[in-house]
């Protein structure tokens, strides 16, 4: 098996934006015709992938979403309106393009790869990438979620992925996940990151009753009486509380930061996986990007603690990588305005000028 990076060094290749490729692209935009800053938070992200690569001209074609799925003992305790079989046969429909997320990506030009960490008792299937770490993990409210060990190779084998994908010429990521029961595991795990109160981030994920929210929030309350309540590792917190699909996410989001490519934010369960890789390197955030405000209670919280903006606030909840496809066009659409040539003088128009 080809060798991996461990997760120290993919944090040592990561560098700061490069503040002349910002100054040039900023240059760029207020030559277009148009008010200055009129595109609003796409010129700003636009802007911060010419920073993050360097330089100012470069594409968005060719395009990949990773799913990272797996399954998660707390379900176990009824924490989900569905069961584990679940993950797996997703799995499948997103292998075999019959998933929602596969329409929008062929609306989006994007490749869809999922990929296998740990679903419960899965055997394999063609399509489905095998990441495999362990089967399934732990119920949480009970026990450690994982090893040390597990969330480790879940993290290494997320970031060896992303590298051998933006090697073979992936230019924008989005990554994804599937695994039910895991908006317990991401409650849990930004209660404890974040000194929060489950009772007031707990949300009813794919559409628990109230009844089943309540039995959801319990869980997560005997979870975090197990562990160290003053410990902010990410890495202790992912094993004792998170799931392989964080893990193998974080370590996808620091790969993508180490080599230069922009990775798409989808929602709560990927947000909570990028707070993580944030913390671990605070330069990572300089390759996320922010598709849309879940609806799930976490989803604003998070953003703002990334220090994220998100253009699409439309009560998504659907996972697998759907929010992040939703702003694809929109971010190329706005790289087509970018690259226009369509300046002032072209147009006979006077530059707008910045206001004193």
């Given at each position: 098996?080809?060798?991996?990076?461990?997760?120290?060094?993919?944090?040592?290749?990561?560098?700061?934006?490069?503040?002349?490729?910002r100054?040039?692209?900023?240059?760029?935009?207020?030559?277009?015709?148009?008010?200055?800053?009129?595109?609003?938070?796409?010129?700003?992200?636009?802007?911060?992938?010419?920073?993050?690569?360097?330089q100012?001209?470069?594409?968005?074609?060719?395009k990949?979403?990773?799913?990272f799925?797996?399954?998660n003992?707390?379900v176990?305790?009824s924490?989900s309106?569905c069961?584990s079989?679940v993950?797996?046969?997703?799995a499948v429909a997103?292998?075999?393009?019959?998933?929602t997320a596969?329409?929008?990506?062929?609306?989006?030009?994007?490749?869809?790869i999922p990929?296998?960490?740990?679903?419960?008792?899965?055997p394999?299937?063609?399509?489905?990438?095998?990441?495999?770490?362990?089967?399934?993990?732990?119920?949480?409210s009970r026990?450690?979620?994982?090893?040390?060990?597990?969330?480790?190779?879940?993290?290494?084998g997320?970031?060896?992925?992303t590298?051998?994908?933006?090697?073979?010429?992936?230019?924008?990521?989005?990554?994804?996940e599937?695994?039910?029961?895991?908006?317990?595991?991401?409650?849990?795990?930004?209660?404890a990151l974040?000194?929060?109160d489950?009772?007031?981030?707990?949300?009813?994920?794919?559409?628990?009753?109230?009844?089943?929210?309540e039995?959801?929030?319990?869980?997560?309350?005997?979870a975090?009486?197990?562990?160290?309540?003053?410990?902010?590792?990410?890495?202790?917190l992912?094993?004792?509380?998170?799931?392989?699909?964080?893990?193998?996410?974080?370590?996808?989001?620091l790969a993508?930061?180490?080599?230069?490519?922009p990775?798409?934010?989808d929602?709560?369960?990927?947000?909570?996986?990028a707070?993580?890789?944030?913390?671990?390197?605070?330069?990572a955030?300089?390759?996320?990007?922010?598709?849309?405000?879940?609806?799930?209670?976490?989803?604003?919280?998070?953003l703002?603690?990334?220090?994220?903006?998100?253009?699409?606030?439309?009560?998504?909840?659907?996972?697998?990588?759907?929010g992040?496809?939703?702003?694809?066009p929109l971010?190329?659409?706005?790289?087509?305005?970018?690259?226009?040539?369509?300046?002032?003088?072209?147009?006979?128009?006077?530059?707008?000028?910045?206001?004193?």
């Amino acid at each position: 098996m080809e060798s991996r990076k461990t997760i120290d060094e993919v944090i040592r290749e990561i560098c700061p934006p490069d503040e002349s490729a910002r100054i040039q692209a900023e240059a760029r935009w207020n030559k277009v015709a148009k008010p200055l800053g009129s595109l609003g938070l796409f010129e700003n992200m636009i802007t911060r992938i010419a920073a993050l690569r360097g330089q100012a001209d470069f594409s968005l074609k060719k395009k990949t979403l990773l799913v990272f799925c797996a399954d998660n003992g707390v379900v176990a305790q009824s924490v989900s309106q569905c069961g584990s079989e679940v993950t797996g046969k997703v799995a499948v429909a997103l292998a075999e393009g019959r998933s929602t997320a596969n329409t929008m990506a062929r609306q989006a030009d994007c490749r869809v790869i999922p990929v296998d960490v740990g679903i419960l008792d899965f055997p394999g299937h063609p399509g489905v990438r095998n990441l495999r770490v362990r089967n399934a993990t732990g119920d949480i409210s009970r026990e450690a979620a994982m090893t040390r060990e597990d969330c480790l190779a879940a993290m290494t084998g997320g970031a060896a992925l992303t590298e051998k994908l933006i090697r073979e010429g992936t230019e924008l990521l989005a990554v994804g996940e599937m695994g039910i029961g895991n908006t317990t595991t991401t409650t849990a795990l930004s209660a404890a990151l974040l000194n929060l109160d489950p009772d007031m981030i707990t949300g009813r994920g794919a559409g628990l009753s109230t009844a089943g929210l309540e039995r959801k929030k319990r869980a997560i309350h005997s979870a975090l009486k197990r562990i160290d309540p003053n410990e902010k590792d990410p890495v202790y917190l992912m094993t004792e509380l998170g799931g392989l699909d964080i893990a193998a996410m974080c370590g996808a989001f620091l790969a993508a930061a180490a080599n230069r490519t922009p990775v798409i934010i989808d929602g709560a369960v990927s947000s909570i996986a990028a707070y993580c890789a944030l913390w671990l390197c605070p330069n990572a955030g300089t390759a996320m990007l922010a598709s849309h405000i879940s609806a799930e209670p976490l989803g604003a919280l998070l953003l703002e603690k990334l220090g994220l903006e998100a253009p699409l606030n439309a009560g998504m909840h659907l996972g697998e990588g759907s929010g992040a496809l939703m702003l694809m066009p929109l971010l190329e659409i706005a790289l087509e305005v970018y690259n226009s040539g369509q300046d002032f003088d072209r147009l006979g128009i006077e530059a707008y000028q910045p206001l004193t």
